[in-house]
């Protein structure tokens, strides 16, 4: 038991030195991490949010409303594929109604005529298997089946799931382009069960302009402006059918009312694939310059040159950011938007159009910001805690204890290196709770040391020799070691479960801390003791 | 000679008290679901919603002039504390709004929703109020806002994360001794939970998510002092064939008294550590373990143990082989 070879005594050793190894960045300054050669591990404990300050946002992902646009887009698609155009070589279906109920999600259609039931029915099967969102792999998005003289479509789960995590992975994506846009800084954006998604910034502790900037929809629209219609009789909501009316956005100098446009969009913004602020150089103020992706140009072009003279209106997400008057066929795929935007104005609304629309509402569902301030007064007090914490149990060790007391303590101080090595090596990061995991693991650590000592001290009172005693003790403590250690696991692997931030800071560092204070307090105090014990032979143990 | 705070040999009766602790234990059991029942846990936000702002400034702050201030907003019940830091650091407070609900939804807005800002709307609110009275020197240290959804969805998520902790254990112990012990260890388990809970409606500390990771601690440190004295039973009735049950179990506990006063002592050590030193954070956190600890050790002595006598346990463990040493 007390006794190991030479390739175990080295083992041990080499285990804690890699330890000291992984947990020696922590300790450098980025410059000179940078330095090292390549073979040195780099990798650091990241602080967590309330030790570094920064802003914690848990949004949750309207994917219902997502399935449910799909849904009505696939009921105007029927609605259209009943009344086909002249020439189409296909009858008109009057259709007596046509509804879709978001509580079921079912498209209910029911033709005026039974004849036409079959023909309806196989139109509606056609729409629905290609065209309109149909997804790869094989996967059917829509089911079409018949009931009572009703055609019904509904979506299919898988479809559903899929539109759903397609929506969640694009929102996250989006939400990386506005926050991030230079992909430089140190932000977490990730998925968090079917719809939810967590965004972390650290240094970052105004929740409210980070909101800001994530929840514009960004949605980017060219529209036709209708100026036919009075401004009293749009005023008093009279506005002919496929006509809206949209509010200019309230940019400095602005004040223009609102203007009746053709609801229908002539290009969208998922054709603009890049976007930037710059200076105007015709007059004063910000413009912003975009481009077209080739399908855009294209449209562009002709709606141009046919609409000379006509006033268009560039719509952002229900306002009207500019709108003018189409002065010749733009043709070259860019353009620019003018308007007595500020620079910041500019920028902000640049960036926006590049990142693209969400494809869906974000609901901040949670919220948790940390002011530098406090950050630093955590990392203080928890450090302190940590070292006065330390320096008790390692000095009631040595008074209860003498020499092995300083056994258990080096233990004790090779398994804080492991931890600290552990942790940097899984990248993981450290919470307020998490120094508090390691400053109770210290606490319950030396209990291993102590289950063995306890025991020791019992074998001698019976009479063994130290040497025997000392084995017996390390022998029959062990189940009990494993056992408690096993449950105090298991309890750390359901914290873990539980939450996010804090508590699984906590729930890490005890699970690293137990396992690795095994190692430290059952192997490595064995091998001191051994070392000792076997050298020395003495004849009476104080213990 | 080295510090001992137990003698190496002890001799207390354990057992014989039994009844007494039972009854101790039982008092405390119906204390703390009637102080459950009638004063309840104060659940902080991530349990119950709303919004908390943790605030400091240069000057002290009158508790009073914030109180009316946040109050005059129409947000509900609203509770202001100070700080009370051993750092001896600024003035600080901290403002509580209960969660808000929403009576009128916009026509485009669903209810849902609607809730979910109204929460973000109060946070800028108090901010903005607090500003006004304090002037521009305020700190805002800390914002914390949790939703209807999530505060709901917390409660279950503790409330589960306890129950199948609890669950594990029982598996465990069943798999590592025999089942009289794993209901034994469960019942102890179960009672240093409840009078945890009991505890934290009687001081009405408020109760968040980390205070279920503190509980979560416990039933693992609870367990650990259970099963060490488990295994030493197990050992002394392979060792004490004819021995009565009741001296076994005395005997035992007696074996690894040292040993379960050492461990506490030295975990106590560092969760003091951690109230004194560890900042305003944890001190909910630090507590529960504190007194998780105390009584987690006491039920392994006189809870868990004596339970044994009560299901009676297998004698003769002369075919299970020990433990396996590495």
Do not use: C
């Amino acid at each position: 038991m007390l006794q190991f070879s030479k390739y175990q005594t080295a083992g041990i050793i080499g285990l804690v030195v890699l330890g000291i190894l992984f947990a020696i960045p922590n300790f450098l300054t980025e410059e000179t991490r940078d330095g090292l050669p390549g073979f040195v591990p780099k990798s650091t404990i990241n602080l967590g949010l309330d030790l570094q300050g920064g802003s914690y946002l848990l949004l949750g992902v309207d994917t219902e409303k997502v399935i449910d646009d799909r849904m009505r887009a696939i009921m105007s698609d029927v609605r259209r594929e009943m009344r086909p155009n002249r020439g189409a070589g296909r009858d008109r279906i009057s259709i007596d109604s046509l509804t879709y109920d978001d509580a079921s999600g079912e498209i209910s259609l029911r033709v005026a005529n039974a004849d036409d039931f079959d023909d309806a029915r196989d139109r509606v099967r056609d729409i629905t298997r290609s065209g309109a969102g149909a997804l790869g792999l094989g996967i059917r998005p829509y089911a079409v089946s018949t009931d009572n003289g009703r055609i019904v479509v509904s979506m299919t789960a898988e479809a559903e799931r899929q539109f759903s995590t397609e929506a969640v992975r694009d929102s996250i994506e989006v939400v990386r382009r506005r926050i991030d846009p230079a992909g430089n800084k140190e932000v977490v954006i990730a998925p968090q069960g079917a719809d939810r998604i967590v965004v972390q910034v650290p240094g970052d502790d105004d929740p409210e302009a980070l909101k800001a900037i994530i929840n514009r929809t960004g949605q980017l629209t060219f529209h036709a402006a209708d100026l036919t219609v009075s401004p009293s009789d749009a005023a008093a909501g009279l506005l002919p059918p496929g006509r809206i009316m949209v509010p200019f956005a309230e940019f400095e100098g602005t004040g223009r009312g609102p203007m009746v446009l053709v609801e229908a969009p002539e290009i969208t913004g998922d054709m603009v694939q890049n976007a930037s602020a710059g200076q105007n150089p015709d007059g004063a103020g910000f413009q912003i310059n975009f481009e077209f992706d080739s399908r855009g140009a294209r449209r562009f072009a002709d709606y141009t040159r046919n609409n000379i003279g006509q006033v268009f209106a560039i719509v952002l997400d229900d306002e009207i950011i500019s709108a003018p008057t189409i002065q010749s066929a733009i043709t070259q795929g860019s353009g620019r938007i003018t308007g007595d935007f500020s620079a910041l104005e500019a920028s902000e609304t640049a960036l926006l159009i590049r990142s693209g629309a969400l494809p869906a509402e974000l609901t901040t569902l949670e919220q948790r910001s940390v002011g530098p301030q406090l950050g630093q007064d955590s990392i203080e007090a928890g450090a302190k805690a940590l070292v006065i914490g330390f320096a008790a149990v390692i000095i009631y060790m040595v008074i209860s204890y003498g020499r092995f007391g300083i056994y258990a303590d080096i233990a004790l101080i090779a398994n804080v290196i492991l931890i600290a090595g552990a942790l940097s090596l899984m990248g993981s990061t450290l919470t307020l709770p998490g120094i508090a995991g390691i400053v109770l693991t210290i606490g319950m650590a030396v209990d291993a040391n102590v289950l063995i000592f306890e025991r020791i001290r019992e074998e001698l009172a019976a009479g063994k020799t130290p040497i025997n005693a000392a084995e017996t003790g390390y022998q029959k403590a062990w189940s009990a070691i494993l056992d408690a250690n096993v449950t105090t696991f298991l309890a750390a692997l359901i914290m873990f479960q539980l939450g996010a931030g804090p508590v699984r800071g906590f729930a890490i560092t005890l699970a690293v801390g137990v396992a690795t204070s095994v190692f430290t307090a059952y192997v490595l105090t064995r091998l001191l003791a051994g070392g000792y014990l076997l050298a020395k032979r003495p004849q009476q143990l104080a213990l | 000679m080295y510090l001992k705070l137990v003698p190496s040999k002890t001799n207390i009766p354990f057992i014989k008290v039994r009844f007494i602790a039972m009854l101790f234990s039982a008092a405390l059991i119906v204390g703390s679901f009637a102080a459950l029942l009638t004063i309840g846990l104060n659940f902080g936000i991530d349990f119950r919603g709303g919004v908390t702002i943790e605030v400091t400034d240069s000057e002290p702050i009158e508790l009073d002039a914030v109180r009316s201030t946040v109050g005059e907003l129409g947000l509900g019940n609203v509770n202001v504390q100070a700080i009370r830091d051993f750092a001896g650091s600024e003035p600080a407070v901290v403002v509580y709004v209960e969660q808000q609900q929403v009576e009128a939804v916009e026509a485009d807005e669903d209810e849902a929703t609607a809730n979910e800002n109204a929460q973000q709307a109060a946070a800028v609110a108090v901010q903005n109020a607090l500003r006004a009275l304090l002037g521009d020197d305020m700190v805002v240290r800390k914002v914390d806002v949790v939703g209807p959804t999530v505060s709901g969805e917390l409660i279950q998520k503790g409330a589960t994360a306890v129950a199948l902790a609890i669950a594990m254990m029982l598996i465990y112990i069943w798999l590592r001794f025999e089942w009289q012990f794993s209901l034994g260890a469960i019942v102890a388990l179960v009672h240093d939970v409840i009078i945890t809970l009991g505890m934290f409606a009687v001081t009405q500390l408020k109760f968040e998510l980390a205070i279920i990771a503190a509980i979560l601690t416990i039933v693992g440190y609870s367990m650990n002092d259970t099963v060490v004295v488990y295994d030493r039973v197990r050992e002394n009735l392979r060792k004490y064939k004819s021995k009565p049950l009741a001296e076994v179990l005395d005997l035992s506990i007696n074996d690894t008294l040292a040993r379960t006063v050492m461990t506490s002592v030295t975990t106590l050590l560092a969760l003091i550590s951690l109230a004194i030193f560890g900042g305003e954070v944890l001190r909910g956190f630090t507590l529960a373990m504190i007194w998780g600890i105390v009584i987690g050790t006491y039920s392994s002595i006189f809870v868990a143990s004596p339970f044994l006598l009560a299901t009676g346990v297998k004698r003769d463990w002369s075919k299970q082989p020990a433990a396996a040493t590495p």
